[in-house]
């Protein structure tokens, strides 16, 4: 259960015709729709024909489900989930992804500090783990987030993976 404005799936559909013609639904809140947007022209530009079907919040962050082949386009996906981790869902200011309680691991949310409820900041935030910003892709190759150039740039491996 969410207690703020989701985005609308009518309004994507019109804003990227084709792009999310055939999408069962996109259930996130309206302060990632920056990252959706950002998302959408960057993986338009290098994949025309860019399909998603289907966004949604898990574990507190964004996951994209979209049918490209085109590596720049699935960074572009990448790069988004990832933001998504330090952008708060209800409003899109710097957020940090927040604890559940202890019987409610469905809770986890991204959220700034004035949209976390008092017990969400007494919880705590998620610890960086060992494979923060990093993604692979299907050639095995890794890329990990790079802020001075708000990009996905090629890089070895997570120290557990060398
Ligand atoms: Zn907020």
């Known amino acids: 259960m969410r207690d703020f404005p989701t985005l609308k799936l009518d309004d994507l559909q019109s804003d990227y015709p084709g792009v999310f013609e055939g999408a069962k639904y996109v259930d996130v809140g309206?302060?990632?729709?920056?990252?959706?947007?950002?998302?959408?022209?960057?993986?338009?530009?290098?994949?025309?024909?860019?399909?998603?079907?289907?966004?949604?919040?898990?574990?507190?962050?964004?996951?994209?489900?979209?049918?490209?082949?085109?590596?720049?386009?699935?960074?572009?996906?990448?790069?988004?989930?990832?933001?998504?981790?330090m952008t708060c869902e209800v409003c899109g200011a710097p957020g940090h992804i927040r604890r559940p309680p202890p019987d409610r691991m469905a809770w986890w949310r991204t959220l700034c500090d004035e949209h976390a409820s008092p017990d969400q900041r007494s919880w705590g935030t998620r610890p960086q783990g060992p494979m923060y910003g990093y993604m692979q892709t299907r050639d095995g190759q890794w890329y990990r987030y790079d802020e001075t150039t708000d990009s996905m740039m090629p890089s070895e491996p997570p120290a557990q993976w060398r």
């Open 30 to 85: 309206i302060g990632w729709l920056p990252l959706i947007q950002a998302f959408v022209e960057e993986a338009l530009a290098h994949d025309p024909a860019l399909v998603v079907h289907e966004i949604k919040e898990k574990w507190g962050t964004m996951r994209i489900w979209c049918d490209t082949p085109v590596l720049r386009a699935r960074l572009a996906k990448g790069k988004a989930e990832f933001k998504s981790g």
